[in-house]
């Protein structure tokens, strides 16, 4: 039955499969740039709790940021494979529109400090980006990296439960400005555990995205199994989001592992296209529920009622007040985001968080998202990639309520999902330059069609 399932994955593939430029082909390799990026951010993220506070015990602040090097090494990447050797228009003008959308984000902000926070906090999607026609599986260390980091986020989060980690509420400087790790939050009289990271959510979100890279690889009972156990860590940290997330994607998989093994393939593909129907929720709620008191149903929907009134309606009125030209540029980089929080004197006292992806970045680069959203989409329709697939449907959901801007894994991911835009399918050609001689991408791991147990 495996080798059935492999066989009619691979005959699905070639009739599919996106074209690759020889020049662009993945190798598979212990030192792949973006492979190392991915590794040392999520280490960095899964531990942010624990690893600020020893690396300032022991005096290397400094090593807090090696992860950002690769970053900024993999901009470089970007730019060599995509722009320059692949010649890609939408990978030319991805980097450019960046840049102008740090020079705008640098006047809206009015600090050097909040330009080198934007930097910072946009870099780690270009680790994203360097997984165009690439995969996790090109490097052998990486996933065993993240199944590990599956058992110990939740071990992190069971062991606060019983002891007081030491850098909890620890303050730290970043940037010049103060910030509070692994701070300790009640929600209904429930303590929200925060394990090795830096607070509940981040806790709750490793858990999540590492169990989804490792659920297409495992079989179904290890699915139950963990899947059970990651929820019941999930609740512990009372994050809703990924408790939420966590359920539904579970429960996907379990529809996909019982369906005809020919039919699995094109049913993940379907989820995960269609999950940018979640883009909208966000819209029909303010249409439906603006400036209905919803905690008077239940006391719970008060951040909801937050999100729908202040959060997803507030940055478009104070942008109007302040910047009405952002309507069509963008309010730039660092806009309603943390550098703006942390790093703008005169603008912080009109931040507000906005909980949502995509109108997050929006603000920050305007209208402009959208051509490019329409582009990522079309490239995932035709997309075999079974972890590119399986992120986004799980991101897309994950990003109704959270910005997903920090911690920096978070938008690595929605990079990750978006990657392939910037490869020419079909034609045989990048966005733009002569055709080059093709090849077939290996094709992708058929776990996740595994049939069920």
């Keep these: 039955m495996a080798q059935s399932a492999a066989s009619a994955f691979q005959r699905h593939s070639r009739n599919a499969a996106l074209s690759v430029p020889v020049a662009s082909a993945p190798e598979r390799s212990l030192w792949n740039i973006e492979a190392i990026a991915v590794g040392l951010y999520f280490t960095r993220d899964a531990f942010a709790g624990a690893g600020r506070y020893y690396l300032n015990v022991l005096r290397l602040d400094p090593l807090w940021f090696f992860p950002d090097i690769f970053a900024i090494a993999c901009m470089a990447t970007f730019v060599y494979r995509y722009c320059l050797q692949g010649r890609s228009i939408i990978a030319t003008i991805v980097f450019l529109y960046t840049i102008v959308a740090l020079i705008i984000g640098y006047i809206f902000l009015g600090t050097v400090a909040g330009l080198s926070s934007s930097f910072k906090m946009f870099a780690p999607i270009f680790v994203g980006f360097c997984f165009c026609q690439r995969n996790i599986d090109d490097t052998p260390w990486l996933m065993p990296l993240i199944k590990a980091l599956f058992f110990l986020s939740i071990l992190g ?10 850098w909890v509420g620890f303050a730290y400087e970043s940037f010049g400005a103060t910030r509070q790790a ?3 939050w009640w929600s209904q009289a429930e303590l929200r555990l925060a394990g090795f990271a830096a607070d509940s959510t981040m806790a709750s979100y490793f858990i999540l995205i590492t169990f989804v890279f490792t659920a297409t690889r495992s079989r ?6 963990w899947g059970a156990i990651g929820l019941w860590t999930i609740k512990m940290t009372t994050n809703k989001t990924s408790l939420g997330v966590m359920a539904i994607f579970i429960c996907a998989v379990l529809f996909i592992r019982i369906l005809p093994e020919i039919q699995r393939f094109k049913t993940l593909r379907l989820m995960a296209i ?14 439906l529920f603006s400036g209905v008191d919803l905690t008077k149903a239940s006391p719970g929907l008060f951040s909801m009622w937050d999100r729908i009134n202040n959060s997803w309606q507030k940055p478009f009125v104070y942008m109007y007040d302040f910047m009405p030209i952002g309507y069509i540029s963008g309010c730039g980089l660092g806009c309603f985001n943390y550098p703006q929080n942390l790093f703008s004197p005169e603008m912080g006292k009109y931040y507000v968080a906005v909980d949502n992806f995509y109108i997050g970045t929006y603000l920050m680069f305007g209208p402009i998202f959208l051509v490019f959203m329409v582009l990522a989409i079309k490239s995932l329709r035709v997309s075999t990639n079974i972890d590119k697939l399986t992120v986004c449907f799980v991101m897309n959901i994950f990003t109704v309520t959270i910005l997903a801007y920090g911690p920096a894994s978070g938008l690595l991911m929605m990079g990750f999902i978006f990657s392939d835009v910037f490869a020419r399918s079909q034609t045989g050609r990048f966005t733009s330059g002569t055709p080059m001689r093709l090849r077939r991408p290996p094709v992708p791991p058929s776990m996740s069609l595994r049939p069920a147990e």
Excluded: M, Y
């Design 157 to 166: 989060v069971l062991a606060s439960k019983f002891i007081q980690f030491p």
């Design 220 to 225: 179904l009972w290890w699915v139950i199994v």
């Design 274 to 287: 269609s999950s940018f129907g979640c883009i909208l929720i966000p819209i029909v709620l303010i249409v």
């Design 182 to 184: 692994g701070r300790l």
